[in-house]
């Protein structure tokens, strides 16, 4: 699994503020740097899946808790290395490392040990962290497809 606008934006600010009247004062002004709310370390709290077999709905389940089952948590920074850890206790299965990422639009691809792994992100606030991965696999005559949706939270 493996950022001349600003000042222009403050003249305009400055601008504005000179001729604004003491009513205007409430107004709250935005934020002239969006925050990378994905900096950070994330830590999994539900897994949501479908799983289709020649496009036949088969097996879903929605945001099921994974305290005790998974542990599994990701530190983005802004070099764009991700530290991860990944623990299943019932199997004795343990790994961590680093890695690195790269988001563009939507799309964040986490890229270890060479390879790369592109999920869609579909919820990204100062809180939470989703994104779905899509897998499709011909076995036998048959399609099957399994979307998987990992919804982390701040940690």
């Not at 600010?13 to 004062?25: E, G, H, I, Y």
């Not at 496009?55 to 983005?76: K, M, R």
């Not at 592109?118 to 005559?141: C, M, P, Q, R, S």
Request: hydrophobic share 35%; net charge negative; aromatic share 10%.
């Amino acid at each position: 699994m493996k950022k001349i606008s600003t000042y222009l934006f403050a003249a305009s600010v400055s601008l504005l503020s000179l001729t604004a009247c003491s009513d205007d004062d409430n107004t709250v002004k935005p934020d002239p740097q969006p925050s990378n709310h994905l900096l950070g370390e994330w830590k999994l709290n539900t897994i949501s899946s479908k799983s289709y077999e020649d496009g036949v709905l088969v097996n879903e389940f929605t945001d099921l808790p994974v305290a005790g089952q998974i542990s599994w948590e990701y530190n983005f920074k802004a070099d764009n290395t991700v530290e991860y850890n990944m623990a299943v206790p019932s199997q004795n299965i343990e790994e961590q490392g680093t890695g690195t990422y790269t988001k563009t639009g939507n799309n964040l691809t986490i890229t270890i040990e060479g390879e790369p792994a592109t999920f869609v992100i579909t919820n990204l606030d100062a809180a939470n962290l989703h994104f779905k991965i899509t897998e499709e696999e011909e076995y036998e005559g048959v399609l099957y497809k399994d979307e998987i949706e990992q919804k982390f939270i701040r940690k």
